[in-house]
């Protein structure tokens, strides 16, 4: 390959390497020619049409390789973000790996050819996979770092960064977070001037290591392009991140030598000025100038690094290039575990007569849970004891389970994104989310980080945990404390979604998520939590049910009725309405889907294929709701049975209005549902 030459003349003043041994200047030296090879071949593909995302670190890859030097590869972990290329070599990752990453050949160890080029993973080096959102990572390791602290290991979590990237929320939240708590986390800043084309002076006019500094914690800003300063400042400060003295933010200062990736042309908007001196702080030419002055190799033998590095990155290169793309077939394969867990319902033999609430139901189930496993942990806004969250679904769990209940920042990224990550560190994280309404926050962790996980690592990785989320209208909340967001979760692949309608099956339901292996989503109708029809008696400890499994609310035979939440007690409220103007009982059949996801369509079309009639009755609004998805399955596969078109009755195109008849203008109501009933009956 044709390698483009170093600028070689000395860049700035001042000396490079005292006080730093001579064999771990070379160390660094070699690693950064490596890392200097790897980016020259990539550009070789790229020109070549072989890889379509190539992200170069030249620059950054003396700060990489120095922090990879400085903490402990093998036991401290890396949350990484896509301009690391030479971190990866720093910490040693092969270099048949790094080009199976960059090409997406078979056998992609970083995520069989499903995540980005430049997304690299490795469970051997801890190198935990990322996605290509800036700053979702700072969230995802803070969780990670609280494993740890739990555990009481003397691991260290880097994350890092480019200086765009903390223009994003997340970020601060994730200072507050890991400064509150403590967190043994090393953030590093690579700033390198610009997020793609934009200069840092139009993002903010904040220094960053100031701004972390007014979360109180250490920080310092270095220049990442000199080693002797970074191996002096950070040491000290690292050994005590590892003491536990808290976190420790670095800005490091870089230069971006090349174009933000394959898919930019830096010359369209950088003075040429301004990129002839990013190149003269080019790190590797500075290191080379500096290798000859302190006379540890000397010219030749420098011939001979070079060519000796090249020939084996040319290698590698060449054995990868041969190899094919996946397997199509495995393209969706690792979104779920294979491990079902609950196969088949207990027996709900209940403990006692007397009937619970949905409340204590969930409260019961969790504390089970929470005995019979320890990992599980469990943080949301006002959870804790004495109020026990602000519907008492955690009320007294702090007290039974000190330390494994608490309250969380306002803040629903930091509340989901930590869960994630301490489950990456083996707990078992159960959250809340106070409102649906005000899930959002944390929907990019929801959407992209979550559930990709298993998936984008081959299952290397995954973050089995459970959110919790209040949902539902009718209970007089107004626009923002009454969605039913069940939609905008089922479209992402990856979660389970739970959505119980009454006591017996919350408890069985909430058991079984606390086991399963996958991410939860688990609803829970504000508006059902204490209501007198939802109560049952309490099943016992032993009472799972696996999620995917409706269940036959009561059977009938001309007409079936789907629902799930709190429309399944409207829909039996319809039914005695019919029954009492028609003078009897009209012999239909409702079926409660119990979970979203997976949805029991067997159930469904066994139903369905009998009676020749449905309605699907839900609470959110009907554009592109769940019901449109039940509607569509029944007239693919069950169409030859129909004898009436597949009706749906859902909430209007609408937002929830605060005013009482408002509100019922725009959620369902129960004559809504009797009125399709006789409708659908007549038919
Ligand atoms: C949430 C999100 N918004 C936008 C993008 C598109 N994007 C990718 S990189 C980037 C600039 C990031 O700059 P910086 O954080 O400084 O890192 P650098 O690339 O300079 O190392 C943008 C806007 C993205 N990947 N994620
Ligand atoms: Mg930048």
Known sequence: MAVRKLTAERPRPGPEGPGVRPDVFLKLYEKMLRAYFVEEQCRVFVRAGKCSFYASARGHEKVQIAISMLLQPGKDWFFPYYREKALMVGLGMPLDQIFLGMLSREGDPNSLGRNMSEHF?????????????????????????????????????????????????????????????????????????????????????????????????????????????????????????????????????????????????????????????????????????????????????????????????????????????????????????????????????????????????????????????????????????????????????????????????????????????????????????????????GFMQMRNEIPTLRWRSGSAWTCPMVVRVAVGGYIRGGPFHSQTPETLYAHTPGWYLAYPSNAADAKGLIKTACRMDDPILFFEHKGLYRQVYTKTPEPGRDYLIPFGRARIVRPGDDLTVIAWGRTVHMVQQALSQVAGEAGGEPSVEVIDLRTIVPMDMETVLRSVSRTGKAIVAHEAPMFAGMGGEVAARIADQAFESLDAPVRRVGAKDSFVPFAPNLEAAVLPGVEEIARAIKELLEY
């Open 121 to 441: 993973s490795s469970r051997e080096l801890r190198v935990v996979s990322p996605t290509a959102c800036t700053g979702t990572e700072f969230l995802i390791a803070v969780g990670m770092a609280k494993a740890i602290v739990a555990d009481g290991r003397d691991e260290i979590v880097y994350v890092s960064g480019g200086e765009g990237s903390t223009s994003e929320g997340e970020f601060f939240e994730a200072l507050n977070k890991a400064q509150h708590d403590r967190l043994p986390v090393l953030f590093l800043i690579q700033n390198n001037g610009y997020a793609i084309s934009v200069p840092q002076e139009q993002q903010t006019h904040s220094r960053l290591d100031e701004v972390a500094r007014g979360f109180g914690m250490r920080s310092v800003r270095v220049d990442g392009t000199r080693f002797t300063e970074m191996h002096h400042t950070l040491r000290p400060l690292i050994d005590d991140v590892r003491r536990g003295k808290g976190p420790l933010f670095v800005e490091a200062m870089v230069v971006r030598i090349d174009s933000h990736s394959s898919s930019d042309d830096q010359t369209k908007y950088r003075d040429p000025k301004d990129m002839e001196e990013a190149r003269r702080k080019d790190p590797l030419a500075h290191t080379e100038l500096r290798i000859r002055e302190m006379r540890l190799l000397n010219d030749r033998e420098i011939e001979e690094w070079r060519a000796r590095v090249r020939a084996e990155v040319e290698e590698a290169a060449r054995r990868v290039d041969a190899l094919p793309y996946p397997d199509p077939s495995t393209a969706t394969a690792d979104i779920y575990s294979p491990d079902r867990v609950v196969v088949e319902e207990g027996d709900p033999a209940p403990v006692s007569d007397k009937p619970i609430t949905m409340v204590e139901a969930i409260n019961h189930g969790l504390s089970e849970e929470m005995k019979r496993n320890p990992k599980i942990v469990m943080w949301g806004e006002d959870i804790q004891d004495p109020k026990g969250g602000v519907f008492g679904v955690t009320r007294g769990l702090t007290d039974a389970y000190p330390g494994r209940v608490v309250n969380s920042p306002l803040a629903e990224a930091t509340i989901v994104g930590a869960a994630q990550g301490m489950a990456i560190g083996g707990y078992k994280p159960v959250v809340e989310i106070q409102f649906g309404d005000y899930s959002f926050p």
